[in-house]
T-cell receptor, first 110, second 116 residues
Framework: GQSLEQPSEVTAVEGAIVQINCTYQTSGFYGLSWYQQHDGGAPTFLSYNALDGLEETGRFSSFLSRSDSYGYLLLQELQMKDSASYFC???????????FGTGTRLLVSP | GAGVSQTPSNKVTEKGKYVELRCDPISGHTALYWYRQSLGQGPEFLIY????????DSGLPNDRFFAVRPEGSVSTLKIQRTERGDSAVYLC??????????????FGPGTRLTVL
């Protein structure tokens, strides 16, 4: 089956750096993407990795190692507004069908 | 431009009733997706349309669930004989589709369905 596991909760302070891990057990995933979701809000796209390595988008970076079935999202210079849930999602070719992970709730404190 | 819209935002119904949930995708997006999200969990894929046809409906839990997209734009998710276990937020997303390396999915605000 397809499953993506994430830590349930991560806490950090403003200005810090935090890493949210995602390990997956599946076949057929073309790559990994990351979504942010504030309470009561819609998921919004952050980043994706179709190839191994690091992708950087402003304060957010994402990493993928397909041989290890592992990826992570790195958030730098944390701000209070980054408090939200973060989901990794495995995608088939073209990321047409996403399988979402269990989600990580990030709490940023002053 | 306008994002993905979903109506109604909230729907309360009684067990056994029929409900319809509507999704208006971003103009020009050929791909449309339905997900279901229970509290504290990630979205769960239900069905994906490319144009008017359902390209993948493997996530529909049973034959009480059905979705249509007759003109390749607006989609309706239909649930017959609702059960309390159907209570969740139903999310719709759309993307450009086609042969791109990556198709970012843009999500709507969701419809919160409560079955009493």
């Amino acid at each position: 089956g397809q499953s993506l596991e994430q830590p349930s909760e991560v806490t950090a302070v403003e200005g810090a750096i935090v890493q949210i891990n995602c390990t997956y057990q599946t076949s057929g995933f073309y790559g990994l993407s990351w979504y942010q979701q504030h309470d009561g809000g819609a998921p919004t796209f952050l980043s994706y990795n179709a190839l191994d390595g690091l992708e950087e988008t402003g304060r957010f970076s994402s990493f993928l190692s397909r041989s290890d079935s592992y990826g992570y999202l790195l958030l730098q210079e944390l701000q209070m507004k980054d408090s939200a849930s973060y989901f990794c999602a495995g995608g088939d070719t073209g990321f047409q069908k996403l399988v979402f992970g269990t989600g990580t709730r990030l709490l940023v404190s002053p | 431009g306008a994002g993905v819209s979903q109506t109604p935002s909230n729907k309360v119904t009684e067990k056994g009733k029929y409900v319809e949930l509507r999704c208006d995708p971003i103009s020009g997006h050929t791909a449309l997706y339905w997900y279901r999200q229970s509290l504290g969990q990630g979205p769960e894929f239900l069905i994906y349309f490319q144009g008017t046809g359902a390209a993948d409906d493997s996530g529909l839990p049973n034959d009480r669930f059905f979705a249509v997209r007759p003109e390749g734009s607006v989609s309706t998710l239909k649930i017959q004989r609702t059960e309390r276990g159907d209570s969740a937020v139903y999310l719709c997303a759309s993307s450009f589709g086609g042969a791109y390396l990556y198709n970012e999915q843009f999500f709507g605000p969701g419809t919160r369905l409560t079955v009493l």
